[in-house]
């Protein structure tokens, strides 16, 4: 984003124009819906410009721009259709620190006008940086069109009526309550009864929802994937979409959190002051406290939440507290990482199982069906194996495994840093202090890295040298 958007108050402000033709009468229409004091400069002003200083509308100087004319103006405008004429004007209000926009001068101006629809107070500015200006208007036509003319109108009696909505638990019924007002019953009332309609619509609308339950919140178990965010359901994004409040683990990556509802309060729970693991009690505390205030919650949590997520704790609380819920699935990081190895989690002739294990739990290593683990064959994705490493090579071998059955590090899987450490049984642990890997590993007892993938990247990793 190259040009930042703001709305720039313009009371008691000026607004300088050189300009006497079209050009300069198109950005007068604009900007005479603020309360900006406009002066505007022209040798040769046209008939519509006189009619306008006539009215007192603008303050009209019929001459060519001076040194000094725009001393203290918020913002300039080089109007004059005339390249040498609008340098030279523009230079002179950059000199008198106005913002410059020359007309029809994308690069030599330092801010744009958007293609604005208004609906007082109500303004929607949309800009495409001068990509697409066609495009710009097939937005501004398609909302025209959408957003009813007294919309502006509403959100004026609106405004006055937010004390009392303020009666209304935060989120979601606060947000019913006013897109029924605004969509639905305030344009109606509007057409049929004026000003009045509105106010009793209001009145009447308020009743109405104050008298829902109070329950309305619920919560979603949602599943944020490993780290790409194309890699989210559809669920998912119409769940941040429209969530409240996103509480969300410390694995959730950037790019994910920026996909909820712009108003959404976020709530990290993997920062400190939750602490690492015993804070549990305070994460079902925070999903609760906004739920029950009608909130809609959405708990992401990375990969899929029901695989080593600690989700039925937190479905427990949720459900003692009588708060709706339900569970959207993500893509597990296994998933991920045996995509980033080009192979497949089973295999005819290789495993008719895979198990999903963790490295360690809350007591500290996880203990296993070892023996049944070190059969030949088979297969086991290791969730937090990391600081595991050591202790699963040695119990794999002391249950009389193969050191030479493969094993596969997949870092970061699915995200442009993803990283593969082959190793096998023997070597693993001597291979994850040899590569130190950082980010979030799954580690995949019983399989190795498809050659050819492997080869291929090796390959290219060569070639970019
Ligand atoms: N519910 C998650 C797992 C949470 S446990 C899921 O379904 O994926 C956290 C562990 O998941 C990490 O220690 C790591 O082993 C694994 N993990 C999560 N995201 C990962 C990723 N992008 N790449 C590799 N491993 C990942």
């Known amino acids: 984003m190259q040009h930042f958007p703001i709305f720039l108050n313009l009371r008691g402000r000026t607004v300088v124009l050189s300009g006497g033709g079209e050009a300069a009468l198109a950005k007068l229409r604009l900007l005479m819906k603020t309360e900006a004091t406009l002066r505007v400069f022209a040798a040769e002003p046209c008939d519509d410009l006189r009619t306008l200083a006539a009215d007192g509308r603008i303050a009209l100087a019929e001459r060519a721009l001076q040194p000094g004319d725009v001393t203290g103006a918020a913002l300039f405008y080089a109007a004059d259709e005339d390249a040498d004429e609008d340098a030279r004007t523009a230079a002179i209000a950059d000199a008198e620190g106005a913002l410059v926009n020359i007309v029809d001068n994308l690069e030599d101006s330092q801010f744009i006008t958007p293609a604005i629809v208004d609906r007082d107070p109500v303004t929607v500015a949309i800009g495409t940086e001068g990509a697409a200006p066609v495009l710009?208007?097939?937005?501004?036509?398609?909302?025209?069109?959408?957003?009813?003319?007294?919309?502006g109108l509403l959100a004026k009696i609106g405004k006055l009526f937010r004390p009392a909505a303020e009666r209304l638990p935060m989120g979601r019924a606060r947000r019913d309550f006013w897109a029924d007002y605004y969509f639905d019953a305030g344009p109606r009332a509007y057409e049929a009864e004026g000003e009045d309609g509105a106010?009793?619509?209001?009145?009447?609308?308020?009743?109405?929802?104050?008298?829902?339950?109070?329950?309305d919140g619920h919560v979603d178990f949602v599943g944020a994937g490993p780290g790409d965010p194309e890699l989210l359901t559809l669920k998912a994004r119409v769940a941040l979409d429209k969530a409240d409040v996103v509480i969300h683990d410390r694995l959730v990556a950037p790019e994910i959190l920026e996909l909820a509802r712009r108003e959404a309060l976020l709530v990290d729970v993997g920062?400190?002051?939750?602490?690492?693991?015993?804070?549990?009690?305070?994460?079902n505390a925070a999903i609760i406290e906004h739920?029950?205030?009608?909130?809609?919650?959405?708990?992401?949590?990375?990969?899929?939440?029901t695989v080593f997520g600690r989700l039925d704790e937190e479905i427990e609380a949720v459900e003692a507290a009588g708060v709706a819920w339900r569970i959207v699935p993500g893509i597990t990081a296994a998933s991920a990482a045996i995509a980033g190895l080009g192979q497949s989690l089973t295999k005819r002739e290789r495993n008719s199982s895979v198990r999903f294990m963790t490295g360690h739990d809350m007591k500290g290593f996880a203990e296993q069906d070892w023996r049944a683990l070190a059969r030949?064959?088979?297969?086991?994705?290791?969730?937090?194996?990391?600081?595991?490493?050591?202790?699963?090579q040695g119990r794999l071998m002391m249950h009389g495994a193969d050191p030479a059955t493969p094993v596969s590090f997949v870092e970061n899987a699915s995200r442009p840093d993803q990283r593969v450490v082959e190793a096998t049984l023997g070597d693993m642990a001597d291979a994850l202090s040899d590569t130190p890997l950082d980010g979030?590993?799954?580690?995949?007892y019983g399989i190795?890295?498809?050659r050819a993938r492997a080869e291929a990247a090796a390959f290219e990793q060569e070639m970019a040298l």
């Not at 710009?136 to 919309?151: F, G, Q, T, W, Y």
């Not at 209001?202 to 339950?213: I, Y």
């Open 376 to 392: 030949p064959g088979e297969v086991a994705a290791v969730y937090m194996g990391k600081r595991a490493a050591r202790f699963v």
């Open 199 to 215: 106010n009793a619509a209001l009145e009447d609308l308020l009743d109405r929802h104050l008298s829902r339950s109070a329950q």
């Open 291 to 305: 739920a029950s205030q009608g909130a809609h919650v959405v708990r992401l949590k990375s990969g899929d939440p």
């Open 271 to 283: 920062k400190t002051g939750f602490g690492p693991s015993a804070a549990q009690d305070d994460i």
């Open 448 to 450: 190795a890295p498809r």
């Open 136 to 151: 710009a208007r097939a937005i501004k036509r398609d909302l025209e069109e959408r957003l009813p003319p007294v919309l």
């Open 440 to 444: 979030p590993v799954l580690t995949f």
